[in-house]
């Protein structure tokens, strides 16, 4: 399934490549570049395709288990001082993104919605140890039902210029649920309580709603 974020960007991107497609073809000159270039176009179309392809995911089991809200590999997990909401130290899981990866974001529990606030900033990329705070981010804390509270960071990076978030104060959401979408190569950190049980390691890489991140 195509997301709903690529329906426009797929077709202007589409009439764009159809249109210099059919000019090249009516303009004499050496076949092998209009070969060339319509063998790249039909590459770049694909391309992007697969960027905003949306897979049908459910999570096995819910529990006081945390689920990965991304697809991507975990570049830290660390303790660290988290200034903007909780003002203390937490445990921080932050999974980066690559352009291959799935750019859907989902809810990583579920729970009460708590604060959303968005952040311009700069486009460092995505693994700076900065971009946390610098970058354009889009924060959402959620409440689970045990009363844990969990913030997911949306972090935009170097080529990420559109960070999407369908999350509201005070909504209920499930696990599952779309939180987002980042547009072309990213990050997302989650902030958990301290003392809990952290199930993956720098260098892993996670499959949203399949990898289990933590346990509450």
Known sequence: MIHREGYRIILVAAILLAALNAVFAVIPGPGLFLYIFNAASVLFLIFVLRFFRNPRREALTE???????????????EETHEPEYFQDRRTKVSIFMSVWDVHVNWYPVSGTVELVQYHPGKYLVAWHPKSSILNERNTCVLRTGAGSEILVRQIAGTLARRIISYARVRDKVVLGDELGFIRFGSRVDIFLPPGTRILVRPGQKTRGLLTPVADL
């Open 63 to 77: 529990g006081n288990i945390v689920y990965a809200p991304a697809d991507g590999k975990v570049v830290a997990v």
